[in-house]
T-cell receptor
Framework: QKEVEQNSGPLSVPEGAIASLNCTYS??????FFWYRQYSGKSPELIMF????GDKEDGRFTAQLNKASQYVSLLIRDSQPSDSATYLC??????????????FGKGTKLTVNP | EPEVTQTPSHQVTQMGQEVILRCVPI?????FYWYRQILGQKVEFLVS????????KSEIFDDQFSVERPDGSNFTLKIRSTKLEDSAMYFC?????????FGQGTRLTVV
């Protein structure tokens, strides 16, 4: 069974703090990993993707990947109330290294308090 | 900014009827996908499509589902005989090979 696990939260942080979101996955052979943000009633919006072990930074967001531990995380620095949303971890279980078969976690609901 | 567009935004249909959900992927993208999200549940993969054929599909994507790229711009999902449990938000997505970008979704309600 190919699974992606996330803490459902809710996670609540004050404005300006760092929010840390975590995800584990079951398939050691997975090659591509994605973080999406989903506002209530809306579609998933891509935040960033990561393919290699280590950190990848994009503005206030940092994705971290540890393939040996089958663990991927997202850090949001200087959290803003507009970051309040559900964050979805998605792992590609296809065999071509792109997005051909994304399995999503249930999502972590983040609330940033002003 | 290019985006994936889906029509209609909301479709209500009677059980047993056929529905076609339509999508216009981002123009230079070659990979196309359908996902669904039942209210309150996780986003679920249905099918991926590349080079005019299905490249991956899930257990959900059974014989009542089909996909088609009828022309150079549209990508459709057909559900032949809808069931109550098909009620969900259906998302189309497209990719140029890496990350998938999602449309705004079609809410399908089967009554």
């Amino acid at each position: 069974q190919k699974e992606v696990e996330q803490n459902s939260g809710p996670l609540s942080v004050p404005e300006g703090a760092i929010a840390s979101l975590n995800c584990t996955y079951s398939d050691r052979g997975s090659q591509s990993f994605f973080w999406y943000r989903q506002y209530s009633g809306k579609s998933p919006e891509l935040i960033m993707f990561i393919y290699s072990n280590g950190d990848k930074e994009d503005g206030r967001f940092t994705a971290q990947l540890n393939k040996a531990s089958q663990y991927v995380s997202l850090l949001i620095r200087d959290s803003q109330p507009s970051d309040s949303a559900t964050y979805l971890c998605a792992v590609n279980f296809g065999n071509q290294g792109g997005s051909e078969k994304l399995v999503f976690g249930k999502g972590t609901k983040l609330t940033v308090n002003p | 900014e290019p985006e994936v567009t889906q029509t209609p935004s909301h479709q209500v249909t009677q059980m047993g009827q056929e529905v076609i959900l339509r999508c216009v992927p981002i123009s230079n993208h070659l990979y196309f996908y359908w996902y669904r999200q039942i209210l309150g549940q996780k986003v679920e993969f249905l099918v991926s499509f590349y080079n005019n054929e299905i490249s991956e599909k899930s257990e959900i994507f059974d014989d009542q589902f089909s996909v088609e790229r009828p022309d150079g711009s549209n990508f459709t999902l057909k559900i032949r005989s809808t069931k109550l449990e098909d009620s969900a938000m259906y998302f189309c997505a497209s990719s140029e090979g890496r990350a998938a970008f999602f449309g705004q979704g079609t809410r399908l309600t089967v009554v």
